[in-house]
């Protein structure tokens, strides 16, 4: 199964998107914690990353690309895979598409985590990473809003889209995801025995 997970900074995107990779036996690929190991030890691409992400604001798409592309041909994602917090921009769904079309491997849904922004201000004030400060938790979600949430159209338009509800408790909301997720999983078990 081939999942992309959209939702704002705050919507609990990381806690649902290790519940899903587990019980499905997925590979999951966040775009963020890549960059962050990268910024961690200190390469050329981390350096520059961190740059964007003390300020809220997103990483240019050739640096995501090359990092996703790389990741995508790695052995464990045969058997499918969560991509968690990308694409974030509509050229990057658009680059990936492309990806995917050559080696004929459609995503299979896309699911968008909804949640009200006080929600999200009240989780992100709770947390306590550099990129959690007021100012800077303002500017991701802005840049959500602007660059991310086109993404929902775009997918709404293939067919792709489906919208959880990410307010309740953890368990309430992976019931959620697992009534769109077990049929899917059927059907490409079933498509590939
Ligand atoms: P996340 O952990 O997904 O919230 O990502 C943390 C930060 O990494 C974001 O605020 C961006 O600066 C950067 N980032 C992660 N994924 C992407 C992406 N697909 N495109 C651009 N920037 C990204």
Redesign the pocket.
């Known amino acids: 199964m081939r999942i992309v997970f959209i939702g704002p900074?705050g919507a609990g995107k990381g806690t649902q998107a290790a519940l899903v990779v587990e019980r499905y036996g997925i590979a999951h690929l966040?775009?963020?914690?890549m960059?962050r190991a990268a910024r961690d030890a200190q390469t050329e691409i981390g350096k520059l990353?961190d740059h964007?992400?003390s300020a809220?604001?997103?990483?240019p798409?050739e640096i995501?690309l090359q990092i996703v592309q790389d990741r995508l041909l790695a052995d464990d994602c045969r058997r499918g895979y969560l991509l968690?917090?990308?694409?974030?921009?509509l050229a990057?769904a658009e680059a990936l598409d492309q990806m995917l079309a050559q080696d004929s491997t459609p995503l299979d849904v896309v699911l968008e985590l909804r949640v009200p922004d006080e929600e999200l201000f009240r989780r992100l004030s709770g947390r306590a990473r550099a990129?959690d400060k007021p100012e800077v938790i303002r500017q991701?979600l802005v840049?959500y809003r602007q660059q991310t949430e086109p993404l929902l159209d775009y997918y709404q338009r293939r067919g792709l889209l489906q919208t959880i509800d990410g307010l309740g408790t953890v368990e309430d909301i992976f019931q959620r995801i697992q009534q769109v997720l077990d049929p899917l999983a059927e059907r490409s078990a079933r498509q590939q025995p």
Do not use: E, H, K
């Open positions: 900074p966040s775009t963020g914690d960059l990353a964007y992400m809220g604001q997103l990483v798409d995501i968690d917090g990308f694409p974030r921009t990057q990129d991701r840049a």
